[in-house]
C-alpha cells in the first residue's frame, strides 16, 4: 500500500461536459462585457479570446507551458480600454465555466475511496491540467476540497503534465517520495508517462473522455472499464 495517492481530477475523480462552442455562451459573454463598457459582438468576442489565448501560449514559449485564462478575461477588457482588476477577471472567467458547462459529476466510488485513504492516514493530492479559476470552484461545488493535502492546478504552476517539472514541484512541496506514490489518471500521455519520468507507481482508468489512444505506456495498474470503484482492490492491497 502506499503512503501518498496523487489523482488527476477530470476524467477521473470527476465527470465533466462543457461546450465552448455554442453560440449561446458567446452571445451571453458579449452581453457581460457590453454591459461593464467593453462593447463586442459574439463572434468579436469569440475571435478575440481565441486569438488572446494562442498569443499567451506563444508568449509562454513552450508546450508543457500552461496559460492563464483569466489572464485573457482581463486582457479583453483592456483590449476596449476598460479596466479590470483581479476580482471582475475572476467573476468572468467564472461566469463563462457556468455558462459552458453541461454537466458535472463524481465517479461512482470516489468519496468511499478518499474516505478510506483519509481513515487510514494517506497522503492525498491533486495534480490537474486546468485552469484555477474553473476547478477550485468546481472541486468545492463537489465537496471534495477538503480530502486533499495539496492542491496542485496547472495554470497556477505555469507547467503542466507530463512535464516531470509539475510533477517534482508536488513532491518537493510535501516532501513525497515517488516509490512511496502512486499517480490515478485518465490520461496515459499526461498522468502515467508524466509519473514514470519521476519514478512513481501508476494506475491508468479509461473513461469516456479519456483520450483515444492508449496502450503506449506502461502502467502499474489499469482499470479499462471505466470503474472507479475497482480502483480500491487494486491499490488499497
Not at 37 to 50: C, Q, T, V
Not at 91 to 115: K, N
Not at 127 to 152: C, H, K, V, W
Not at 181 to 206: P, T
Request: charge should be neutral; charged fraction near 30%.
Amino acid at each position: 500500500m502506499y503512503k501518498n495517492y496523487v489523482f488527476d481530477f477530470y476524467g477521473t475523480l470527476a465527470d465533466i461536459r462543457t461546450d465552448e462552442e455554442k453560440p449561446y455562451l458567446w452571445r451571453k459573454m458579449s452581453e457581460i462585457y457590453s454591459a461593464l463598457g467593453a462593447f463586442y459582438r459574439p463572434e468579436e468576442l469569440k475571435s478575440a479570446f481565441r486569438f488572446l489565448e494562442r498569443r499567451e501560449m506563444e508568449r509562454l514559449g513552450t508546450p508543457e507551458a500552461e496559460p492563464d485564462l483569466t489572464r485573457v478575461f482581463a486582457l479583453l477588457y483592456q483590449e476596449k480600454k476598460v479596466a479590470c482588476d483581479e476580482a471582475r477577471a475572476r467573476m468572468t472567467a467564472v461566469t463563462f465555466r457556468a455558462l459552458s458547462r453541461e454537466f458535472l459529476r463524481i465517479y461512482d466510488g470516489v468519496e468511499d475511496l478518499l474516505q478510506e485513504l483519509r481513515r487510514r492516514g494517506r497522503g492525498i493530492y491533486l495534480l490537474s491540467n486546468a485552469q484555477t479559476d474553473f476547478t477550485r470552484p468546481e472541486i468545492e461545488m463537489l465537496g471534495l476540497t477538503g480530502y486533499f493535502d495539496g492542491i496542485f492546478i496547472s495554470s497556477e504552476q505555469g507547467c503542466k503534465k507530463p512535464s516531470p517539472y509539475f510533477f517534482e514541484r508536488l513532491l518537493k512541496r510535501y516532501h513525497l517520495r515517488p516509490s512511496e506514490s502512486i499517480m490515478i489518471g485518465n490520461d496515459e500521455g499526461a498522468d502515467i508517462a508524466g509519473a514514470r519520468q519521476v519514478g512513481m507507481d501508476s494506475l491508468y482508468i479509461h473513461t469516456d473522455i479519456s483520450p483515444r489512444e492508449y496502450g503506449r505506456v506502461e502502467a502499474t495498474y489499469r482499470v479499462m472499464d471505466g470503474d472507479f470503484r475497482r480502483i480500491r482492490a487494486l491499490v488499497l492491497r
